[in-house]
């Protein structure tokens, strides 16, 4: 299965959970009220912050290793990685509960104890997830996605309408995750294996600078929920969480997917010192995230108000098409940063860039938050989101260039721009209704006239690709 290949299912094994979880979406929008998510919101994201400086460092060094090793690697570094696993774990749950205390005294013992269970079941779910991205296994990968999905709608789903709210939708997240465990056999090697203090000391120096880069990013959308949720109530804060995040699962997922076959290549290539093949990937990489991320956040951005009353509940209509489209110009710089440019430190294997970055851009969310969210509400938060993401990208290509020029494939990208303007004129030409008919039409001839621009404006690729076909057909 070649480069592009393996994309594309990537792409498909991220894209139909994330539509089964925006379905989750309009079902939560519809049976709960906005405070219940807002609280819900508030849990979850105190949670993947924690999960983020206990997990993260083993999840981001296990890709990196797992991927450039060999299978006789396998035993001690699983076995290691699990060992890690439970000591991350042991020192997680407490501190997530007594944060959560202090932060919400009156959230009743349940939802703490589903709080820790979340904790566990994400960051094990995480582990997997890229475990199995860095052994290429892309059916795997993509089945544990789907079952996730569905089963965190199925569960929510059937609990909210038992009669909880906050704690149904806790439970779903937590036994969703838990489907990971029906890969249990992935583990296997780990019993031939034993710790290896060596390996434990490379995954920390490598991780844990990640560990702090990926908090920092987690701690500015806690700090701006918490400044939202003083500013306009738990209400505004469920309106501005569930804009929020259909608006960044929506690229990260498009985006993400089609990066992840990329990514594991380039560092193959780096670890056996082929410049050649590291160049031509990185560009690779580059023309494709940027081919998709440009055309999804310029739709995204256009199509706000329609999306936004056929996915959310009426009651989660006020204001939440203008946070949609400033959390999808956040998004495209967010993921072009994360997947593209600061890869430039994981293949040099100088992490603590991208924490510092990251730590300048908490700074700055949380600082706008303060200033814009009494003026502009929960809009203040996503301005000051964009701001942040923007300055964060900006460091990034700087820094970036200072250990591994990333290539940037100029005439590609102006291409995919034109292409993309293209797109943008001919979805504000189509008026803008209520109807789902039209919103699909929409959707659809945008994609269209993305795909014959994009095809126009590259002649060499096309006669390339007629040239092969003409080759095979002959033989």
């Known amino acids: 299965m ?47 912050l924690v999960s983020a400086i206990a997990y993260t460092w083993l999840r981001v060094a296990a890709l990196r290793f797992v991927a450039g090793g060999t299978d006789d690697d396998l035993p ?20 997530l509960v007594t944060v959560l205390h202090v932060c919400a005294p009156a959230l009743p013992l349940a939802s703490l104890a589903l709080a820790a269970a979340a904790l566990l079941a994400s960051g094990w779910y995480d582990l997997n997830a890229s475990l199995l991205q860095a052994r290429m296994s892309v059916g795997n990968w993509s089945l544990l996605n789907l079952l996730r999905a569905v089963g965190i709608l199925v569960v929510s789903t059937c609990f909210i309408v038992s009669g909880h709210k906050t704690n149904a939708l806790l439970l779903g997240f937590v036994l969703g995750n838990c489907l990971t465990l029906v890969f249990a056999k992935f583990w296997a ?17 490598f991780g844990w600078p990640q560990s702090a880069s990926v908090a920092l990013s987690y701690a500015a959308p806690v700090g701006q929920r918490l400044i939202v949720n003083a500013g306009v109530g738990a209400a505004g804060l469920g309106i501005f969480a569930v804009a929020a995040d259909f608006g960044t699962i929506t ?15 380039a560092f193959a290539a780096k670890d056996r010192g082929d410049a050649i093949a590291l160049g031509a990937q990185l560009k690779a990489n580059a023309r494709l995230i940027f081919a ?20 959310f509940g009426a009651k989660f209509w006020d204001g939440a098409a203008a946070i949609i489209t400033l959390v999808a110009m956040t998004g495209f710089a967010t993921n072009l940063r994360a997947y593209y440019f600061d890869q430039a430190f994981e293949l040099a294997i100088e992490p603590l860039p991208p924490a510092i970055i990251s730590l300048i851009g908490t700074l700055t969310a949380i600082g706008g938050c303060v200033i814009l969210v009494p003026g502009y509400g929960a809009a203040g938060a996503a301005i000051a989101a964009l701001i942040a993401s923007l300055v964060c990208l900006g460091l990034s ?21 034109l292409a993309t303007a293209g797109m943008s004129v001919v979805l504000m030409l189509v008026p803008k209704t209520s109807s789902l008919v039209v919103l699909g039409a929409e959707v659809a001839g945008g994609i269209l006239t993305y795909v014959v621009l994009s ?12 040239g092969h076909r003409a080759a095979a057909l002959g033989r």
């Open 189 to 205: 090697p780990a019993a031939s294996g034993s710790f290896d203090r060596g390996l434990f000391r490379r995954c920390f120096h």
């Open 76 to 95: 001690n570094l699983f076995a290691t990685i699990l060992v890690l696993f439970a000591a991350a774990s042991a020192v997680g749950v407490p501190v």
């Open 397 to 417: 290509i700087m820094a970036g260039a200072r250990v591994l020029a990333m290539p940037i494939p100029a005439d590609d990208w102006i291409k995919t721009a």
């Open 455 to 466: 095809i126009v404006a590259r002649p060499g690729l096309v006669r390339t690709y007629l």
């Open 292 to 311: 998709v991320a440009l055309p999804a956040t310029a739709g995204l951005c256009l199509l706000a108000v329609p999306v936004s009353h056929w996915v």
């Open 2 to 48: 070649n480069f592009m290949t393996k994309s594309v299912v990537y792409l498909g094994g991220r894209i139909v959970p994330a539509s089964i979880g925006m379905g989750g979406v309009a079902v939560y929008t519809r049976l709960l009220d906005p405070a219940s998510i807002g609280r819900f919101a508030l849990v979850v994201s105190t949670t993947l």
């Open 251 to 265: 690229l990260a997922s498009l985006i993400g997917s089609i990066s992840m076959a990329g990514i594991p290549l």
